[in-house]
């Protein structure tokens, strides 16, 4: 299983955009790219799911370089409760491979 | 309303107790899972199962046990061989054991060992 490196924290103000980005040196050429949102004393929250250039939905950006050994997840204008813990996973499409391995996730502080 | 559910939200066990925590889903999906997540640290991946009547150690399987009888269901035991079990538990399920599925996670529940 590739595997994941994120920053343990980081810390941002309302309305600013925030970009974490996640480092996956050895994604596989099948791997996709997905970011979860966790909130205190919930279970994780699909947010956005990749697999080269750039996705967008309603909630945040993923842009993905070319090599794809990294991705980064963009949030535009955060607000409080954007406050949360937000986890890169990478896993193939095909069935008998472990594909939700968490780490240990980024601990993003939104601040007023 | 389609979901996943686990019951109960909050759990106090004696020590040396055996203790089980209910997962049921009705998303007609063939994986789930069982997470433990301790103050401050990730999700670490306890057992999974890929289809019914199969399921697979993951990374700190020691002291718990699960069955998977009906799709729909993944309960987890907590045995008196677990010798921390006070966390937070999370239970989940996808369409498959696949890196391109969206998983679906339960609200969890909260184990105290007294």
């Known amino acids: 299983l590739a595997k994941t490196t994120q920053p343990i924290s980081m810390d941002s103000y309302e309305g600013q955009e925030v970009n974490i980005t996640c480092s996956h040196n050895n994604i596989a050429t099948n791997d996709y790219i997905t970011w979860y949102q966790q909130f205190p004393s919930q279970g994780p929250r699909f947010i956005i799911q990749?697999?080269?250039t750039k996705v967008t939905n309603e909630v945040a950006s993923l842009f993905i370089p070319a090599d794809r050994k990294s991705s980064t997840l963009s949030l535009p204008r955060v607000s409080l409760s954007d406050t949360a813990v937000y986890y890169c996973?990478?896993?193939?499409?095909?069935?008998?491979?472990?594909?939700?391995?968490f780490g240990s996730g980024t601990r993003l502080q939104v601040q007023p | 309303d389609g979901g996943i559910t686990q019951s109960p939200k909050y759990l106090f066990r004696k020590e040396g107790q055996n203790v089980t925590l209910s997962c049921e889903q009705n998303?007609?999906?063939?994986?789930m899972y069982w997470y433990r997540q301790d103050p401050g640290q990730g999700l670490r991946l306890i057992y999974y199962s890929q289809i019914v009547n199969d399921f697979q150690k993951g990374d700190i399987a020691e002291g718990y046990s699960v069955s998977r009888e009906k799709k729909e269901s993944f309960p987890l035991t907590v045995t008196s061989a677990q010798k921390n079990p006070t966390a937070f538990y999370l239970c989940?399920?996808?369409?498959?054991?696949?890196?391109?599925?969206?998983?679906?996670f339960g609200q969890g529940t909260r184990l105290t060992v007294v």
């Open positions: 989940a399920s996808s369409i498959a054991d696949r890196g391109d599925t969206e998983a679906f």
């Open positions: 990749g697999y080269k």
């Open positions: 996973l990478v896993g193939a499409p095909r069935a008998g491979r472990r594909a939700l391995t």
């Open positions: 998303l007609n999906h063939d994986a």
